[in-house]
């Protein structure tokens, strides 16, 4: 069983990193009964690097775990980096970290907002996405049901989730709600909680027209971001 954390990365900076830290721990103590990692240190290896020289610790990290690599010599225990130009002024990336009982693959993607106007209701009472696996089988079945619309909205058990990739929530004319129970405890999510800029509800998918607008957010897409979807383009 293989999992999966995507951390935004700009400007050097990692965003909500320690929100990341809780979710991945959580996860493999559940899933493997595992102690904590310190994710920080495990993104930048141990070259001695101060905090301010992330890109450099980075870079050095991978021509040091490469070379066994490209000598045809692998060491099963090493993580691998696949790395763009991180040097690129405001350009926004996306960390994506696979692991399972020890980290597998780190990789920095470059990474754009996606623009998503329209969602197609789909009802699933049975989908399992607690945990961030890497397998997003039962996600793309359901998302192939999309038709005409960019993306879904999941509906399970009668009430609203998640997109195939994101939360969403929801705003009435004076707050932001998120549903009560998602598919997956989104990082981006779980800090607007915590922060408490927005509450929970359980939302059936006859109340959104008791709302005047959604609003996509993940680790990628800040709450800030505004990627909305009007009322109207979300289809039954």
């Not at 991945?24 to 990692?37: C, P």
């Not at 696996?133 to 999309?146: G, H, V």
């Not at 509800?201 to 959604?214: C, E, G, H, N, V």
Request: some cysteine; overall charge neutral; proline content about 3%.
């Amino acid at each position: 069983m293989k999992l999966l954390e995507t951390i935004r990365f700009e400007n050097g900076e990692f965003t909500n990193l320690q929100f990341h830290q809780r979710r991945m721990n959580a996860s493999r103590k559940e899933l493997f009964n595992l102690d904590s990692i310190d994710l920080e240190k495990e993104i930048l290896g141990s070259s001695g690097f101060p905090p301010d020289s992330r890109a450099g610790v980075i870079r050095m990290q991978l021509d040091a775990d490469l070379q066994s690599a490209k000598s045809g010599i692998k060491n099963p225990n090493a993580t691998y980096f696949q790395i763009a130009n991180l040097k690129e002024p405001n350009r926004l990336f996306k960390c994506r970290i696979i692991y399972s009982k020890q980290i597998e693959k780190i990789e920095f993607i470059p990474y754009q907002l996606s623009n998503i106007t329209s969602l197609k209701i789909v009802v699933d009472d049975e989908i399992d996405y607690s945990h961030k696996y890497l397998d997003r089988n039962q996600l793309e079945n359901l998302f192939s049901q999309k038709r005409n619309c960019d993306d879904i909205l999941i509906v399970k058990n009668g009430l609203v989730t998640d997109t195939s990739f994101a939360n969403i929530l929801f705003y009435n004319g004076k707050e932001w709600i998120t549903p009560t129970h998602p598919l997956l405890k989104g990082i981006q999510q779980q800090f607007l909680l915590e922060t408490e800029q927005i509450s929970t509800t359980k939302i059936r998918p006859s109340d959104l027209k008791y709302f005047k607008k959604a609003r996509l957010v993940n680790a990628m897409m800040r709450f800030e971001d505004e990627v909305d979807v009007d009322l109207v383009n979300i289809i039954g």
